[in-house]
């Protein structure tokens, strides 16, 4: 069977359905990071109010993780943040602030 070469090519200007990066799980390595420091993530999601139908991005997310000090020790590993993402759904919004979160304590030195 060949593959017909206009369907293999997406329309000028539309977003991906999925991009790579959805594929990825960022919430359960950060989970279990923040396990490990006896802390939680808060995740708060929320659909856009007045986005467009063709608007792609429909839901926020908004992820605070909490301050990560060295155990027994007052030194700040990680310091508290918020870290927003948008997504074309809830997961997809909360994964994107996830990566964000990862790619932070990953900077900071911290182990996944």
Do not use: N, W
Not at 51 to 78: I, Y
């Amino acid at each position: 069977m060949r593959d017909h070469p206009v369907a293999a090519q997406p329309l000028p200007g539309a977003p991906p359905v999925r991009s790579p990066a959805a594929h990825i799980d960022s919430c359960g390595p950060l989970k279990e990071l923040l396990d490990r420091h006896h802390a939680a993530p808060a995740y708060s999601t929320a659909r856009l109010a007045g986005a467009p139908a063709s608007d792609p991005m429909q839901f926020t997310c908004s992820l605070t993780v909490p301050e990560l000090r060295k155990p027994g020790s007052d030194e700040v590993l990680l310091p508290e943040a918020t870290y927003t993402a948008s997504g074309r759904g809830a997961k997809d919004a909360e994964q994107a602030a996830a990566r964000q979160a990862v790619a932070a304590a990953e900077k900071a030195g911290l182990a996944m």
